[in-house]
């Protein structure tokens, strides 16, 4: 390793793997490291799927990585110690850097309100998902929050589960984000399923069965399932990184840290400015060109060239019905539904391809 750029990756999820397979290919004499917890890469966007006890595809890292010449380490990245340019695992191991990109992702937000992290279930991890697939209750299952996350999951249960009444919890309509078309379908394809659908109900706590809505009101469930939100780990703030109130990696316009200039944060952890100053949004359509750009920026960098622009946009949204139905919208440059929508079977099969692609462009 005498001479070599020593690169760190922490996290082996879709924006993580992106850079790697990409450094893979571009950087020269450089030694690559990709520290993750879990053996394996599972498609964070099947976990739904994976909850409700379909079968999903599962990668082991080291097998993925190590022909690669990308280096994997197992262990739980708990403390970067910036001065020292390290990373400490597991408590008790160090990994020194040169540069460091920061993916870690993001789990299931269990603070912002009472009873979600002793009562509810959640699809926001493999380990979240085993959880539910392994605890899944006849009865009523309320779902809560009207976010992408929450429709799939909602009529996977609907469809997978017949014993139960699958209840959809929202202070929005469901997919309101969406166009009225889209909106529309997401509501009839829900119905059509059996899902009970509340667009007026605020969740303020959970109980062991079922919520209480800021109205007063309680809602029984056998089973509640939090989809509501999402946090990201609080390791970058732990460091002295620059972050947000979320906790998420302040970067500059070319991915790097605006605290620490070897750091550079991509994916759900990292603030990613896009068209016209707005916010890229938590999605796999985020992590995977925003890994990709990181991994470009460093390279640039290392050999002392200006990073290029980044150009980024979204092209359409694609949301799941169960299996046989689905919901893509189309987009506009800044991220506003389209008028272009298509619903189905052919959206189903599009969301396949989408989701196929993704896993292939993130595995090295």
Known sequence: MTGQHRIVILGAGYAGLAAARRLARTARNAHITVVDARASFVERVRLHQYGVGQSIPEWDLRELLEPKRIHFVQGWANGID????????DGASALGYDSLIYALGSAND????PGVAEYAYSVATPEDSASLRSGIPAGRIAVVGGGATGIELAAELAQSQPDSRVLL?????PASWLSRRARAHVRRGLERLGVEIRSDAKVIEVMPKGVRLADGAVVEAAATVWTAGFGVPDLA????????????VLTDETLRSTSHPDVYAAGDCAVIAGPGGRELRMACATALPAGKYAADALVARL???????????????CISLGRRDGVIQFLHADDSPGRTVLTGRTAAW???????GAGRAARP
């Open 350 to 356: 599009f969301k396949e391809q989408i989701v196929q």
């Open 110 to 113: 269990v603070a912002g309100v």
């Open 82 to 89: 910036t001065e020292r340019k390290r990373v400490l695992i």
């Open 237 to 248: 703030e732990r460091a002295g990184l620059m972050v947000d109130g979320h906790g998420r």
């Open 303 to 317: 050999a002392g060239r200006a990073p290029r622009e980044l150009r980024f946009r979204y092209y359409f949204q």
């Open 169 to 173: 919890l929202g202070s929005d309509e």
